[in-house]
């Protein structure tokens, strides 16, 4: 079955039906019905909308580990309940967002989870619109205007008290042959070691989101995340329409509570710069032995018992019935 959907037609089929379709037609008729509530009542709103996209982001995901045979593995450290938090990750692919969900399926709530993206994907019919509505960050790249726009997330995160958990990439793009050229010049013109396996971080965003969050009582922790494929590698969307899914993603977290981190922007920065070094010299070990070496609590699974033990235990029931 997994080799028979590994083609151009099970790709297309993955992105326009599974993904596309299935977005477009949810943001109109499931999401769409409850737009008023944002002017009657925003916290059940936003509640509301996060739960919904949380239920929606498992049916892609079943797809791509039981029908396209994405194995997915997880080491490291879980999230706390309730964790509010700002994750960090390597930008090996453009589609690191997508099978990010996997990961934070087993160790977090889907429905805390905000994703920083570039401004233009808001527009994107259906996938933008159900984004937009589930209150996703997007940025233009350009200070002078995410400076802004993240304070309003800031804000409007701290009015709901919402336990956010925002996913952002600070190397700003992602690791593509080009990308890596342009960082090692980078790094040779500033004196900074040359990295092959991540890019240098932009370290502005990151510093901002985590001062103001902090200083709103909005942030518990800082999640690093290192993502690594062993074997084949979609780049880019057009990989995925021609049929070249992952066959393994790999994913090691590192929670660092709030309290561990520097208390001003230049220490922030240098621990930022830090990991990064760090992550440079755990990813070369991966793609030695094609695994997290020295590495704990290592779990791997199917995304469709997964959801079946969250439910046994009671996770979608009673008071809890949020948290999927």
């Known amino acids: 079955m997994v080799e028979f959907v590994r083609n151009p037609v099970g790709g297309v089929f993955f992105v326009v039906v599974i993904f596309w379709m299935s977005s477009l037609l949810g943001s109109i008729f499931i999401m769409g019905p409850f737009l008023p509530l944002l002017f009657i009542y925003t916290p059940l709103y936003r509640k509301l909308n996060d739960y919904l996209l949380a239920c929606w982001i498992c049916f892609p995901l079943a797809f791509l580990e039981k029908v396209y045979g994405i194995k997915i593995v997880v ?63 997007f940025v233009h790249r350009r200070w002078e205007l995410d400076k802004a726009i993240l304070s309003d997330v800031v804000d ?42 991540v890019l240098h971080p932009r370290t ?33 969307e057009i990989d995925i329409l021609k049929g070249d899914f992952p066959r393994e993603i790999h994913f090691h977290i590192k929670r660092h509570p709030i309290a561990t981190l520097p208390i001003d922007e230049e220490g922030l920065q240098k621990w930022c710069n830090e990991q990064w070094s760090e992550k440079e010299e755990v990813l070369k070990e991966f793609y030695k032995n094609k695994r997290f070496v020295n590495v704990e609590n290592v779990e791997t699974g199917h995304i469709i018992t997964d959801c079946l033990h969250r439910w046994e235990g009671g996770v979608l029931r009673g008071d809890s019935w949020w948290h999927i």
């Not at 965003?205 to 800082?222: C, I, P, Q, Y």
């Open 75 to 137: 080491s490291g450290d879980a999230f706390k309940h309730g964790d509010k938090s700002v994750i960090i990750m390597n930008h090996r692919t453009r589609l690191d967002w997508l099978f990010f969900w996997s990961c934070l399926i087993r160790r977090s709530q889907l429905h805390y989870e905000k994703i920083m993206l570039k401004n233009e994907l808001k527009h994107a019919p259906g996938g933008g619109w159900a984004m937009q509505v589930a209150a996703f960050i």
């Open 156 to 197: 409007y995160f701290s009015a709901l008290r919402h336990p956010t958990q925002i996913l952002m990439f600070p190397e700003g793009t992602d690791l593509s042959e080009r990308n890596r050229e342009r960082n090692a010049v980078y790094a040779k013109k500033n004196g900074l070691p040359v990295y092959d396996y």
């Open 204 to 236: 502005t965003g990151f510093t901002f989101l985590v001062e103001s969050l902090r200083k709103n009582n909005m942030l518990d922790a800082v999640h690093d995340v290192s993502v690594a494929y062993p074997q084949n590698l979609p780049q880019r």
